[in-house]
């Protein structure tokens, strides 16, 4: 499979803007207070929105376990960046970060990018780590975070449950319609006559209540 990436998907995130609204400041308190933290919320947001990988999860190039998959993936840059940079010691290069999410989506989606996503994803990935772990500046993070936001809008509990009860009822009513005895259709009782006057000559009328 090859990906393509349309010109708007390329620019979401460099074009979005945030007003600092009091929930904005109290999740930046929280970055600043874990750096780590906010970094590993922006590796997962980045690889969520990389459009070669969404249409992998998507069209089910994976298999089944697209969702599994892309966790998997999480983990290894995690372990990658953990590993090469140091907690921010060290700045690693998008070519690098490249080269493992290529061969993961090669052995484990199936799929080739041609689209520039996975470039993207590098170099978002390696400049998010050196601003959360040594600038500590999270600009960036909150442009980031408010596409996340727009493509993975959060639903209400109370939603969920009605959406669940509402498939319950339709689930009890199909089974109540199974158990019923289907009445034989018109034009299956004059099959019926046909084959039984072919049988044996006669043809037998029954009687309709």
């Known amino acids: 499979h090859f990906a393509e990436m349309s010109e708007e998907s390329k620019t979401?995130?460099?074009?979005?803007?945030?007003?600092l609204s009091d929930d904005v400041e109290a999740e930046l308190n929280t970055w600043r207070?874990?750096?780590?933290?906010?970094?590993?919320?922006?590796?997962?947001?980045?690889?969520?929105?990389?459009?070669?990988?969404?249409?992998?999860v998507e069209h089910g190039w994976a298999g089944g376990d697209g969702e599994e998959h892309k966790a998997n993936l999480y983990n290894l840059l995690m372990d990658l960046f953990e590993d090469e940079?140091?907690?921010?010691?060290?700045?690693?290069?998008?070519?690098?970060?490249?080269s493992i999410v290529d061969a993961?989506?090669?052995?484990?989606?199936?799929?080739?990018?041609?689209?520039?996503?996975?470039?993207?994803?590098?170099?978002?990935?390696?400049t998010l780590h050196?601003?959360?772990?040594?600038?500590?500046?999270?600009?960036?993070?909150?442009?980031?975070?408010?596409?996340?936001d727009k493509a993975?809008?959060?639903?209400?509990?109370?939603?969920?449950e009605a959406v669940a009860?509402?498939?319950?009822?339709?689930?009890?009513?199909?089974e109540v319609a199974a158990a019923e005895p289907q009445q034989p259709t018109q034009q299956q009782e004059a099959e019926e006559e046909e084959q039984e006057q072919a049988d044996d000559g006669w043809t037998t009328v029954k009687s309709k209540k």
């Not at 940079?85 to 490249?98: A, F, H, M, Q, T």
């Open 165 to 174: 009860e509402q498939q319950e009822l339709l689930e009890i009513v199909d």
């Open 130 to 148: 050196q601003d959360c772990l040594v600038k500590q500046d999270f600009a960036g993070l909150v442009k980031l975070m408010a596409t996340y």
């Open 85 to 98: 940079g140091k907690g921010g010691k060290r700045s690693l290069e998008p070519d690098r970060v490249k």
């Open 33 to 56: 207070s874990n750096p780590q933290a906010a970094f590993e919320q922006g590796v997962w947001a980045g690889i969520c929105l990389c459009e070669v990988i969404s249409m992998a």
């Open 104 to 126: 993961e989506l090669a052995n484990v989606f199936h799929v080739t990018s041609e689209d520039g996503s996975v470039d993207w994803l590098a170099r978002l990935l390696c």
């Open 12 to 19: 979401a995130v460099s074009s979005t803007t945030v007003a």
């Open 152 to 160: 993975y809008p959060v639903v209400d509990d109370a939603v969920l």
